[in-house]
């Protein structure tokens, strides 16, 4: 329909690099310190949901002159199995240690058409993470307006993983 703001399709993609383990159950390290990655990298791809406050957010941004909005690039991760819903506000059960930690993830449009942007963060986990299975991009460090949520692919993460979340080529359309 012309002259509706929408964001779509909206991709997300994780993708989880696992650690190479010593025999003690540690994550291997090369001479420099750096941890050794197996080189097979498991991606997962999902369909995102735009919340209302991402919604009036955007439109706010590009026709609102007096708007103070700030910027939603914050990706949050969670195990909860709460199923997205355009209402929702916050992150049920959202992850505050142990590596995946709310982050600032970077922009990016290398690739992307006009109007497409690609937001992405690298978490390595520091702790066990069982059962993670949602995103969500905030436009805070914590707290702040909840923009976009999305259920990914249940995934466990051991310490030392890695786990690459994309918010792949947002379209505003």
């Known amino acids: 329909m012309s002259g509706t703001l929408k964001f779509g399709p909206n991709r997300v993609v994780v993708e989880v690099r696992r650690a190479i383990r010593n025999l003690d159950g540690t994550p291997a390290v090369d001479p420099n ?19 209302n406050a991402g919604l009036d957010a955007a439109k706010d941004r590009l026709f609102n002159p007096s708007t103070t909005q700030t910027i ?21 059960e959202e992850i505050v240690s142990g590596g995946l930690e709310r982050a600032a993830g970077a922009y990016n449009v290398t690739g992307c058409d006009i109007g497409e942007a690609i937001i992405e963060n690298t978490f390595t986990a520091t702790a066990t ?5 949602l995103m969500a991009l905030f436009d805070a460090s914590s707290s702040g307006d909840l923009y976009f949520e999305a259920t990914i692919a249940l995934v466990t993460l051991n310490n030392g993983d890695q786990l690459i979340a994309k918010w792949d080529k947002i379209t505003l359309s």
């Open 72 to 92: 939603a690039r914050y990706i949050a991760l969670s195990s909860s199995t709460h199923t997205p819903d355009t209402l929702d506000t916050t992150l049920d």
């Open 129 to 133: 993470h069982e059962n993670v299975r």
């Open 33 to 51: 310190g750096n941890i050794k990655y197996y080189p097979d990298v498991l991606i997962l791809e999902s369909k995102n949901l735009t919340t």
